[in-house]
């Protein structure tokens, strides 16, 4: 069974973002991709779902499709877009799904509990604060990671993944995280890693999720129990085993696993 992908054209600051949605039965999972990601980046993971899950992707500010949308690109502009693309498409009842800097952004628009927000899962997330090995040499080093196809490889090879995604795969993740705005590439790692969101952490009243990647070098998960639990203490979190920090890319089929247990611990 399949069903049709529709592209809706959601308003925002300075222009528009356009929206995949796929499947009618909620609650809508709204995606929300890591930095260098796109809409795509979910692609396996809603392929595994249940065809008639209600699912939503885009491409942020400053990537991809969404390139040319203007600045600025910090993390409180990129919640404002969320929350602009469930208020513009009236979801009645969803749970935001973010990756790593994904993951950062919708932990913002959960803490202004916004109507209809059923839950929030956090897939290899930045944690709300930000550890003591996010340096300013590090966060120098981090902008340069995407400069090029060689330096793409080099980071997924030795940084990103646990093991090679397959060769298409690791095509589009090269294509993607060259396909930026350069005030958007350098935002994340210059600026946004290190922005203390705790207290707004701390604001966030619906169900919780996380998943770390057993050998993620980015988020580990050690890292994740000490910085990120403490102002999420209702989250549940587990491990999932084999996988570095791309989940969505390496580990599809328990991301979607875990995504459907949970949806089914919320109830009607």
């Known amino acids: ?29 709204v995606f929300v991709h890591y930095w260098g990601g796109s809409a795509r980046t979910w692609d396996a993971v809603v392929k595994q779902l249940p065809a008639d899950r209600d699912t939503i992707r885009f491409d942020q500010r400053g990537w991809s499709s969404s390139r040319t949308l203007p600045g600025p690109y910090h993390l409180d502009q990129l919640a404002d877009d969320l929350i602009c693309v469930v208020e513009g498409l009236g979801l009645d009842r969803f749970v935001l799904v973010g990756h790593s800097m994904g993951g950062k952004v919708s932990q913002l628009a959960a803490a202004r509990r916004p109507p209809g ?31 090029s196809t060689q330096t793409v490889e080099q980071a997924l090879d030795h940084a990103l993944t646990a093991a090679p995604l397959e060769g298409a795969v690791r095509g589009a993740v090269v294509c993607d995280s060259l396909a930026s705005d350069d005030a958007a590439r350098h935002e994340w790692p210059l600026r946004g890693i290190a922005a203390d969101i705790a207290e707004a952490a701390e604001a966030i009243n619906v ?21 990120l639990l403490p102002y999420i203490p209702h989250a549940r979190f587990d491990i999932v085993p084999g996988s570095g920090h791309l989940l969505p890319l390496e580990a599809p089929a328990a991301v979607v696993a875990a995504l459907e247990d949970f949806i089914t611990g919320l109830g009607h």
């Open 1 to 29: 069974m399949t069903t049709e992908t529709t592209t809706d054209n959601v308003l925002v600051a300075g222009g528009a973002i356009d929206v995949r949605r796929q499947g009618q039965r909620g609650p809508t999972l």
């Open 207 to 227: 169900p919780v999720l996380f998943l770390a990647g057993e050998h993620d070098q980015v988020e580990p998960p050690h890292v994740l129990q000490h910085h």
């Open 117 to 147: 927000l059923a839950g929030l899962v956090l897939l290899a997330p930045a944690p709300p604060r930000p550890p003591a090995a996010v340096t300013a040499e590090y966060r120098q080093f981090l902008a340069h990671a995407y400069d």
